[in-house]
């Protein structure tokens, strides 16, 4: 982005006069603008001598600022032609200036408001308010010229796009709220927020004008070791290399591990030397825009100001209070809600309508409630509402079972891969006129077409939230209203799945990391992580909410459920039964422990053969040996049990296992037909048809109860509410954001959106609504083909003829520009082209779908003369960037565009021979980042673990 020059370029003068006689021919020429906005133009001259006059009242009121005489002082006049060029439109996305601490505002203009310009013709800029326009130069900082231009001949050509800031759709009293609630700093700590709101007292020409602070950073982003998946510690050095997704970072050890010359990433080798050393310091301030009507500056997050949005760097700004006075002077009106997309236009579901409708249900008998309690009207108490719950991606995924725990089950016919579904589910709240999003969960569906283990069970793989929710009351029970909610929302979710047919539901109570983040990137210093027994008691208590709602009919542990064979549970103890979830503890540790048991037998077997010579193998041998190596891996499951057990018992209560259908108490598989038989004297004992018959054939002191002599009488209870198929009636969802956690915080810290102050999260919660509404990025056909640059939206030239041919508009207007025989016709604009309805967003998600096949396509064909559309285009960015020395790391437009293409593949790819190039090298740095994740999950449980044994151990002593 182009950076403005310091305002005060020496020019030089032009003529002289004394202060008293400039002032009043100033005067005089600015009642007279007033009187008449529309005056005939001027000539040349008096346009420099007005714009002097401008200049020159400037620089009286700076001297009288600091103190030196004003009064008969000669001033030197600086003097500039009018025909600079509108530069203002340039100044988009980019940082303030900084400007000198010897032009500061006298205090009374500090805490005013702007003044905006009064428009006249192009020749001449009179101001109602000579300090205004003190204020407003300084600010502006325009680089070319002596005074603003804000004509609107000016600003001609500048495209008129809707809801480039979200405060286009306020009313005047909800742009007032917004501001004082940026200045209420609200996510800070008590301290930090005073710190700020003392700032508004000592305002500066640095200082954004809504939220009366300077500069801001942002949090900066985490960065992990690529080898071994450490995090790189604040202002420590490390190495790196690539761009974006594709690169690599090596902390100090991982660097001084490199003995050779080269380094082998992802399949591929690079020179060491091109890892370039970095420190880990980095601050990256908020952005800037400057209103085009008094030209103030503020910052894009205070405005809501949508970058995205802002076509070509040319979309017009308007600041709120030039838009409060075009309001009160009836030159416009707030745009209409639907100009803006957001929560409420996001698909629904049949999930998210009966999250949504029972939540609605159960806050209106709070609010009752809560208003009988103190003795007043409903309408009296405050109470939640525009709560908006939708799921923004579901998808069907495979999950593959890790190699070596599926080498020790191989003679069990255990399944290499489960299928399942994920889901993203999204709470949003409308806080002072923006939807904000608030709450996130992300769940594995594994229906009744899974094979066991997996059959019928749902896994709660990660839940977060912020702690912005209004108001901010308690319950009638005591609680916060916002647990109310949450909770609600999990009690939704379970009563869902159990009318779906499914039969269980698995979490893992386990609070994030220090300093990371599970959904929502950057949480506010006034919300505390909790410790695991308080999310662990957390949970527990929306269970005995669903509990007395009959949803769930008992509530245990993972250990003893499928550790313990106790009482009268005949089901063989193994770890074939334990449910496999993706990123759960169990199945990364009993990886980590197969490899220990493996390396321990490897060592075993090195002793037992040293010394002895080797001998021919015969067919007896090799049975021998075949059966000892499936003895062995029962050996190893039997063993596996036994460490997991170790690793869980002192912390078995955080895996929670949820029953939403009955267990048998013999066989531990859960009915879903026929009937379940009770017995009235034992409260949890349940058994299935089967495991009756076979109890029928008992004698009666082996019959239930074990340890008593006489049978207990069991009474039969039909299942006929369980669903036979667990199908999904809602349809596919596809988000490249939102498919897995890890790319939603890659795109949050990417763009720092961020939700560590409410200011922040509404900004972030609108970028992320502008994302879900525009789910595809521009695609390879929007490249120039002449200067092969990307296109931006509605600045470029299409073919009608030729399916594949575009040019940018720099290309276009070139003298020497391509020669193409048919017509080129312009690219529709950002207003055409979002088609803001459901159909145009099914449209998008099949357009990329079109594209993902036809990489597909074009990776098997081997055809020169093939017919499938852009099949050659795709082979030729194959060529490219085989031979292309530049690469995407490099900076290679078209190497990006097909990084791009292949990344979104290899997320969605469930082919294990994928002939797609660098598919499987993809697969496995997705792999890698993924377990490296888990690893560092498990280890902080585990030193978690050690805490507590220490803390217990210091407390016997």
């Known amino acids: 982005t182009q950076q403005p020059p310091a305002k005060r370029t020496k020019i030089e003068p032009v003529t002289e ?7 009043d021919l100033l005067q005089k020429h600015q009642s007279e603008a007033v009187q008449n906005q529309s005056a005939p133009q001027m000539s040349a001259s008096q346009g420099q ?3 002097s006059l401008n200049m020159k009242f400037d620089s009286y009121n700076l001297a009288k600022e600091e103190g030196r005489d004003g009064g008969n002082a000669a001033v030197k006049v600086e003097d500039q032609s009018l025909s600079q060029p509108n530069v203002f439109a340039q100044r988009r996305n980019q940082v303030k200036p900084e400007l000198s601490s010897e032009t500061e505002c006298e205090p009374a203009l500090k805490q005013s408001l702007p003044i905006a310009h009064a428009k006249t013709d192009a020749s001449a800029i009179v101001t109602s308010k000579g ?9 502006s900082n325009a680089p070319s010229y002596t005074a603003p231009d804000t004509s609107s001949t000016a600003k001609a050509g500048k495209p008129k796009i809707k809801g480039v800031s979200l405060t286009e ?3 005047p009293e909800q742009i007032k709220e917004h501001i004082a609630g940026l200045r209420q700093w609200v996510g800070q700590s008590k301290a930090k927020a005073e710190k700020n709101q ?6 500066s020409e640095n200082s954004c004008q809504l939220c009366a602070v300077e500069k801001l950073a942002f949090e900066p982003p985490p960065i992990y070791c690529t080898p071994c998946g450490a995090r790189v510690k604040r202002n420590a050095p490390y190495w790196t290399m690539g761009s974006g997704e594709t690169r690599h970072y090596f902390c100090i050890p991982c660097y001084n591990d490199i003995r050779t010359d080269t380094v082998e990433l992802d399949g591929l080798t690079y020179p060491k030397i091109r890892l370039e050393k970095r420190k880990n310091d980095e601050e990256t301030e908020e952005a800037w825009v400057q209103c085009d009507k008094c030209e103030i500056w503020q910052h894009q997050v205070c405005a809501l100001f949508n970058g995205r949005r802002n076509e070509g760097g040319q979309a017009e700004y308007t600041c709120p209070y030039c838009y409060i006075k075009e309001i009160e002077r009836g030159e416009r009106k707030p745009l209409p809600q639907s100009a803006v997309l957001g929560g409420k236009d996001l698909p629904r579901t049949l999930l998210s309508d009966h999250i949504e409708q029972r939540l609605a249900r159960r806050l209106r008998q709070e609010w009752h409630e809560r208003a009988r309690a103190q003795g007043k009207n409903y309408d009296e108490v405050p109470g939640a509402d525009s709560l908006i719950v939708r799921v923004v991606s579901s998808v069907d995924k495979k999950l593959e079972v890790k190699q ?7 003679e069990d016919d255990y399944p290499a891969e489960f299928p399942y579904k994920s889901k993203v589910l999204l709470l949003f709240q409308k806080i002072e006129g923006v939807e904000v999003c608030l709450f996130g969960m992300y769940v594995q569906e594994f229906g009744s077409d899974c094979t066991p283990p997996n059959q019928r069970r749902v896994y709660l793989s990660y839940l977060d939230s912020v702690k912005y929710f209004r108001p901010e009351v308690k319950a009638v029970t005591g609680e916060a209203l916002r647990t109310v909610v949450y909770h609600e929302i999990l009690i939704g979710y379970l009563d869902y799945c159990k009318m779906r047919g499914f039969t269980s539901c698995y979490i893992w109570a386990c609070p994030p990391l220090k300093g990371e983040d599970y959904i929502l990137y950057c949480h506010p210093e006034i919300q505390k992580t909790p410790k695991a027994d308080k999310l662990r008691e957390w949970y527990l208590a929306m269970l005995r909410k669903a509990m007395g709602e009959n949803i769930v009919v008992e509530v245990t542990n993972l250990y003893d459920h499928f550790f313990v064979s106790t009482g ?4 063989k103890v193994t770890a074939a039964r334990l449910p496999y979830f993706d990123g759960d503890y169990w199945p990364g540790a009993a990886e980590d422990m197969i490899m220990q048991l493996q390396q321990q037998e490897e060592d075993g077997r090195r002793l037992q053969k040293k010394g002895k010579t080797k001998s021919t193998a015969t067919k007896r041998a090799s049975k021998a040996a075949s059966q000892a190596e499936l003895a062995s891996n029962a050996s190893k499951d039997l063993q596996l049990m036994h460490k997991l057990g170790e690793s869980i018992y002192p912390m078995k209560e955080d895996f929670i296992m949820v029953h939403l259908q009955f267990a048998c108490t013999h066989c531990c598989n859960f009915i879903v037909a026929g009937h379940h038989w009770d017995c009235k004297q034992c409260k949890n004992f349940h058994i299935c048809d089967r495991c009756y018959e076979a109890e029928q054939k008992l004698d009666d002191r082996d019959r239930h109860p074990v340890n008593s002599k006489e049978a207990h009488q069991l009474f039969p209870v039909e299942v006929n509410d369980v669903c036979v198929d667990t199908k999904d009636n809602d349809e596919i969802m596809e988000s490249e954001f939102f498919d897995t956690r890890q790319a939603f915080l890659s795109l949050c810290q990417g763009n720092h959106y961020q939700y560590d102050t409410l200011r922040r999260a509404k900004h972030s919660s609108m970028m992320v609504l502008y994302h879900l509404h525009n789910p595809t990025a521009p695609a390879f056909v929007t490249t120039c083909n002449m200067c092969y640059h990307d296109i931006e939206t509605g600045q470029g030239w299409r073919c009608e003829t030729c399916p594949d041919f575009d040019l940018c508009n720099a290309c276009y207007q070139k003298d020497d520009s391509v020669k193409h025989p048919h017509k080129l016709s312009p690219h529709p604009s950002v207003a055409e082209r979002e088609a803001q309805n459901k159909e145009a967003r099914q449209q998008r998600v099949l357009q990329l779908r079109k594209m993902l096949d036809l990489l597909v396509h074009a990776s098997q064909c081997c055809s020169s003369q093939c017919l499938y559309p852009n099949c050659r285009r795709v082979k030729g960015l194959f060529r490219h960037g085989m031979n292309c020395k530049t690469r995407a790391s490099g900076g290679c437009p078209l190497c990006k565009k097909m990084w791009y293409l292949l990344q979104l593949h290899a997320r969605a790819c469930k082919e294990s021979e994928c002939r797609v190039p660098r598919c499987k090298d993809l697969k496995e740095h997705l792999r890698r980042l993924q377990q490296q994740m888990e690893s560092r999950r498990r ?16 407390s016997a002593n």
Do not use: P, W
């Open 17 to 23: 006069y004394s202060t008293s006689q400039e002032m």
């Open 49 to 51: 001598h007005t714009i």
């Open 131 to 139: 300090s205004a326009l003190v204020k407003q130069e300084v600010v």
């Open 169 to 171: 759709l306020f009313t």
């Open 198 to 203: 003392a700032m508004e007292h000592h305002m």
């Open 404 to 410: 070596r725990f599926l080498e020790i089950f191989q």
């Open 568 to 571: 009268e549970c005949k089901s």
């Open 939 to 954: 280890a902080a449980v585990m030193e978690m673990m050690r805490q507590r044994t220490a803390e217990a151990a210091g």
